[in-house]
């Protein structure tokens, strides 16, 4: 299904196929156990381990992706109604833009679709990445390592037989894991580009009112369709605020958390290997929040965009309840509905360089302390 | 009350005028002109500043610099306020005047909460006069005083930062006539502020006026078109129609008072700030006992015009909250959309402002505060170093 | 005030409150209205507590003075006497503050109904109940516990204070008596009876003066939360309210289903006001009237002004066929939303004069408590008693600050959102007048309710983060003094 929405195709496909969505099948158990077992053995061997303070970071940064991939995949089967509600009303919306046969229109979905394509392609290769780098780190150290530090009690897992057994485990089950994780940043991601494509369709719509030769009915329909339009964009948008609000709270703290420390790693390691690791966690971390802080922010500039595009039409040749229709309609869209943090605070690319600064800070004061 | 309340209100002016006439600042007067005691007021202060630069320039001691400086910004502070009187004399005559006309004109109204809320008015300037004069008195005397019983008991002689030329004042007689002329120059220092600072409190305790009698306006309005069907649309009309009138007085009077008030609002915030940070530094690296007298009363001279600009503030959110209370829902379109036309005015209510950018209420003189508190941390840290 | 309070029946804020100003009172808290039992006592219980506080902290405040030599000390002690300053500062100030206290209380003591939105009042009166009394008990649990951790931590560590020896100028540790805070005793509290009885009488202090200050803090929240959900409830009803108007002058499929709320042959008021019921404020109007203070604007049962052409002879016939008594109602359905607002907007200004000054007193005295816990966090040097302490210290100033921000946030929140409500529903289909309604609650929600610190500041998430960002700041430059 949906193959031809290629925006949201791939995502789709890949949690059906793990039975997050759609699908009600053994898969989402097996992948949910091996995760939660996962988890224990990491929060056991940081409970439990004497690494230094580089080992103890790197872990821990491991162990807040895990579990925020449970978090993720427990959301999606908690969830699972409101968010297929959503992708058919994604789809239904995407088909009446389609049926409108507008040029600029159809550019701009195929733009989202190109878009959408090349967002979820990129963040899977860059899972894959991830994936390689977890695999080869034992390879580049000296002694025995696992590439995430798990502990079994009552087992020694650098003893011959555990050890292969362990890191075979670890390499099936980290693919598993992007799985879990990748294709729902790219989702919500997605619902916020196709958000941003309503945004622009709207405003198209009420650009072109000038062109048309409209009586003063047919006007008058236009405009209240516009209106329940933007309505339907306000309702679209705070349906995704609710479904994702706080899991981007918790993302927003956890990565604030783990950048400072990661930075805070790169006064200690030594050898340039283990300078561009750390690198490459922290880039992911940033990539991560910058793609879908861009896209937040990108959406509510174009729900304001919409009062400038209201103000744009000919509304002083129109009559005054159409007038005060318009103005009602300008007013709204002066509080743009926006996707939120935890329901406080709108995402914005202000937002992140609050956090960049934060951190940073955090990261000063750490180092005047232990440097 | 028997008597009326412009008659109330013109009681308190006069009193203000006896101050101000001592000094030659009269700017009640629409005849108002410069006249000799202006002349004096203005050579005294002259003269104040000459004596110190001398002083400053024969001791060459920087430290005596550092607090010779700390004063001028009540030098500075008194030129502005005299430069303001002198050359907008007409400006506040005709705010004065337009005050006037309110009270004239509204206690004469047949309801009694008219005149009773502008008694009321006339009771609350009152008793804020007071609180300046005390404040005012208690300030000038403490800091006539310090010194006087410090040089009585310790035998050290505390002066402020200026010599006579001709008199000497190591000799004990010499330091007596310094202190006394010193003691003067405050007195006069401290009652030239208090005049200036009475006509502001006089103009800024006025919004209270206007808050209270469009309150009653409004409630008159709405039990006005309560009752159904018997009001024709041109009688709702007018009274709609006054009650927007009356906003716009209050609007004109805000804007005149920001257009007369602003240098001097401007100068006092700012140079109480920064004579606040002169002050910590030189009692932190001198001794200076007058400094903890001046630090003490500086900061009142920040906030009393921080806390009127507030009370004007709060006299527009009121203003606001009160447009809100007509019962627009009693009334057709036409009215509905004036009521709307001024509930989106009131809620851009221009305020007094500090150097045209920050609005003046106790937010900006809290962060003021804080810019002090931060600068003084620096301060500690780099004097801890040295 | 009579001096015998019957507990009469009591509605409105005050009986959701209920438990909260029990608590107060037992606790020794001046809130003696609402409450049964002989004023003279109530005021006696009182006044007993604030012997025992003030006495308690005047010991505290000459150990600061006897102790001021060592820097150690001296910071130390001024912590524990700022946090008790807190406690003192909010009893103090709701002794002076009654009055005001009782009408903020008494503001929503009869709200106006309307039969039509009856059930959807009562609904989100429910979750403002329900969420009033979560918080309440959940306070109350944070403020014990952190009691008897304090009480615990006495037990751990040693029991000496720093003094500087004269002899040497060196620091030296000196034994004082096992306690828990550190007071000056004019008897010897080392053992014995003496060492009971003070460190019964310090555990009291403790618990009593945690209690006092979180009571008033959990009673200014509760006020919030009601009325957020007051503002929830009319975001609620505004859709069928433009439905309601809509249907006057529009023709709308079903209007009659609007109206199934509404039993046929009732007899209710289409706004209920209290004017008729002036029994309910009687033992308060010698300090509030609540006519006095809704500005009377509630007459005899007003009949509203009919715009259907009064002046053709005859109402314009209806394009739904409304009745005359169901167009009443929808004209007094949004009198009564209009009137709800102005009444919410009443309380919150209510809340803000009360308990503004008590806020900005709290931020003046945490301020300077978070500066010096900056300071001693620089000095944490392992997992020790002294690190549990100061971080202790830092959790619950932090999270007492917190507290009131994230509620004073929601205010802002919702105050503004209702504007949202407003334009989700069907208004472009309504008439000029329902139009004009939506476009004047629109203008005034787009200024912000807000409860500010006597016009210091804004109780708000940024007061909190600005806060926050503070403490870091001063520990770094202390940091970096070390």
């Known amino acids: 299904m949906f193959e031809d929405i290629k925006l949201i195709y791939m995502n789709v496909r890949i949690l059906r196929f793990w039975a997050l969505l759609y699908d009600k099948n053994v898969k989402r158990y097996i992948c949910l156990t091996l995760t939660i077992f996962h988890v224990a053995t990491q929060l056991l061997y940081m409970l439990s381990t004497n690494e230094g303070i580089t080992g103890i970071i790197r872990n821990s940064y491991m162990l807040v992706l895990w579990i925020n991939t449970l978090l993720r995949a427990y959301l999606l089967l908690f969830d699972q109604n409101s968010y297929l509600q959503l992708i058919s009303n994604l789809q239904a919306d995407y088909y009446q833009l389609q049926r409108l046969n507008d040029g600029y229109v159809t550019h701009l979905l195929d733009q989202v679709n190109r878009q959408g394509q090349l967002m979820a392609r990129g963040n899977l290769f860059f899972g894959l990445l991830t994936c390689i780098g977890f695999g080869l780190y034992p390879l580049s150290s000296s002694e025995r390592v696992l590439p995430f530090g798990s502990k079994i009690p009552g087992v020694n897992e650098y003893a011959t037989p555990y050890y292969q057994i362990w890191f075979v485990f670890h390499m099936l089950i980290t693919p598993m894991g992007c799985c879990m994780y990748i294709p729902y940043t790219s989702l919500c991601v997605a619902f916020i580009m196709f958000g941003i494509v309503m945004c622009k369709a709207l405003q198209h719509r009420l650009r072109c009112l000038s062109q048309k030769q409209l009586t003063r009915e047919q006007l008058s329909v236009e405009i209240v369709d516009c209106i329940i339009y933007h309505q339907r964009i306000i309702d679209y948008i705070q349906t995704i605020n609710k479904l994702t609000t706080y899991i981007f709270l918790i993302e927003f703290l956890a990565f604030g958390a783990l950048l400072c420390a990661l930075l805070f790693m790169l006064i200690f390691v030594d050898s340039t290997a283990h300078v561009a690791i750390v690198g490459a966690y922290i880039n992911m971390i940033l990539a991560q929040i910058l793609a879908l802080y861009w896209y937040a922010n990108e959406l509510r500039e174009q729900n304001l965009a919409i009062a400038t595009a209201a103000y744009e039409t000919e509304w002083f040749t129109f009559d005054l309840a159409i007038r005060k229709n318009i103005q009602l309609m300008i007013l709204r869209a002066q509080r743009p509905a926006s996707i939120r943090l935890g329901n406080i605070r709108p995402i914005t690319l202000e937002l992140f360089q609050h956090l960049l600064n934060t951190t940073y800070t955090f990261f000063t004061v750490l180092k005047r302390i232990y440097g | ?386 | 005030m009579t001096s015998s309070m019957q507990p009469g029946k009591y509605t409105g804020l005050v009986a959701d409150l209920m438990p909260n100003i029990r608590a107060m009172r037992y606790s020794g808290l001046f809130m003696h209205s609402f409450t049964g039992g002989s004023l003279f006592m109530k005021r006696v219980y009182s006044s007993v507590h604030m012997f025992v506080i003030v006495l308690h902290i005047s010991m505290i405040l000459v150990n600061l003075a006897m102790n001021a030599e060592e820097v150690n000390e001296l910071s130390g002690n001024t912590i524990t006497t700022l946090f008790f300053t807190h406690c003192i500062v909010k009893f103090v100030y709701l002794a002076i503050n009654q009055k005001n206290f009782y009408r903020t209380l008494n503001i929503w003591n009869q709200a106006n109904s309307h039969p039509l939105f009856a059930e959807s009042d009562a609904r989100y009166h429910g979750i403002a109940l329900a969420k009033m009394r979560k918080l309440f008990f959940l306070v109350m649990l944070t403020t014990f516990a952190s009691a008897t951790a304090w009480t615990t931590i006495t037990f751990f560590g040693e029991s000496v204070k720093f003094a500087i020896d004269h002899n040497t100028n060196e620091t030296i540790k000196v034994d004082i008596p096992r306690l828990p805070i550190k007071m000056f005793y004019p008897w010897n509290a080392g053992h014995g009876m003496f060492y009971m009885i003070s460190f019964v009488l310090q555990v009291y202090y403790v618990l009593f003066s945690m209690v006092h200050s979180n009571l008033c803090d959990v009673m200014f929240c509760s006020w919030l939360i009601f009325a957020c959900e007051q503002l929830q409830h009319l975001k609620g009803i505004m859709k069928p309210l433009m439905e309601l108007s809509a249907s006057l002058d529009t023709y709308r499929p079903n209007s009659a289903a609007l109206f199934r709320s509404l039993s046929a042959n009732s007899k209710s008021e289409l706004i209920h006001n209290e004017e008729k019921d002036p029994t309910a404020d009687m033992d308060m109007t010698g300090i509030y009237s609540t006519k006095a203070d809704w500005g009377a604007q509630f007459r005899a049962p007003s009949t509203l002004q009919s715009f259907n052409g009064g002046t053709n002879g005859g109402p314009a016939a209806n394009p739904n066929g409304l009745t005359k008594k169901q167009e009443m109602m929808v004209r007094s359905a949004i009198k009564y939303w209009v009137e709800r607002h102005k009444h919410v907007v009443r309380l919150v200004a209510a809340i803000g004069d009360t308990y503004g000054a008590a806020l900005l007193l709290h931020m003046l005295i945490s301020t300077i408590m978070l500066t010096l816990l900056a300071y001693q966090a620089t000095k944490i040097n392992g997992v020790n008693v002294y690190a549990f302490t100061v971080i202790g210290y830092l959790g619950y100033a932090l999270a007492q600050v917190f507290h009131f921000c994230i509620f004073g946030n929601r205010l802002i929140e919702e105050s503004s959102s209702v504007m949202e409500a407003a334009y989700s529903c069907h208004w472009y289909d309504g008439s000029e007048e329902a139009k004009t309604f939506v476009q004047i609650v629109c203008q005034q929600c787009q200024k912000a309710m807000s409860i500010s610190g006597a016009k210091f500041f804004t109780v708000s998430l940024d007061l909190f983060a600005s806060v926050l960002g503070a403490v870091v700041t001063y520990f770094m430059v202390l940091v970096q003094l070390k």
Not at chain 2, 1 to 18: A, C, D, L, T, W
Not at chain 2, 61 to 76: E, H, P, S, T
Not at chain 2, 170 to 180: F, Y
Not at chain 2, 232 to 261: A, G, P, T, W
């Open chain 2, 1 to 386: 009350m028997s008597i009326r309340p412009s008659e109330n209100f013109s009681r308190i002016i006069r009193v203000v005028r006896n101050v101000a006439v001592c000094l030659g600042m009269d700017t009640y007067d629409p005849n108002y002109r410069v006249n000799k005691k202006t002349a004096m007021t203005l050579s005294a202060i002259i003269i104040y500043s000459g004596f110190t630069i001398t002083t400053v320039i024969r001791l060459k001691n920087w430290k005596f610099a550092l607090q010779a400086l700390v004063l001028a910004g009540f030098v500075i502070q008194s030129l502005n306020k005299f430069y303001v009187g002198v050359r907008h004399s007409q400006k506040i005559y005709q705010i004065y005047h337009s005050v006037i006309k309110i009270y004239k004109e509204f206690e004469n109204y047949p309801d009694p909460r008219y005149a009773s809320d502008l008694h009321q008015s006339c009771r609350r300037l009152r008793t804020a006069l007071i609180v300046a004069s005390i404040m005012y008195a208690v300030g000038v005397v403490g800091m006539i005083m310090l010194p006087i019983f410090v040089s009585l008991f310790t035998d050290k002689f505390t002066f402020m930062h200026f010599h006579i030329p001709g008199i000497d004042v190591t000799t004990e007689m010499g330091a007596w006539i310094t202190q006394a002329v010193h003691a003067v120059s405050m007195a006069i220092a401290g009652l030239g502020l208090l005049a200036g600072d009475s006509t502001i409190i006089v103009f800024l305790m006025q919004p209270f006026v206007f808050v209270d009698i469009l309150r009653l306006k409004i409630y008159v309005f709405n039990q006005f078109v309560d009752i159904p069907g018997t009001r024709s649309e041109s009688e709702i009309q007018r009274m709609l129609v006054d009650i927007m009138k009356f906003h716009q007085e209050y609007l004109r009077f805000i804007f005149r008072c920001n257009d007369l008030l602003s240098s001097i609002v401007s100068t006092q915030v700012s140079s109480a700030g920064v004579c606040i940070i002169m002050t910590i530094f030189v009692l932190m690296t001198s001794d200076w006992l007058g400094g903890y007298c001046f630090a003490i009363v500086l900061i009142p001279n920040l906030y009393i015009y921080c806390i009127l600009g507030t009370f004007v503030e709060n006299c527009s959110a009121t203003i606001m909250y009160e447009v809100y209370n007509i019962s627009f829902y009693n009334l057709k379109a036409r009215h509905q959309r004036q009521v709307l036309f001024m509930l989106s005015k009131t809620q851009r209510t221009e305020m007094m402002q500090v150097l045209g950018v920050m609005p003046l209420d106790v937010s900006t003189a809290l962060q003021v505060t804080k810019s002090i508190y931060s600068v003084t941390m620096v301060m500690i840290n780099f004097l801890i170093i040295k």
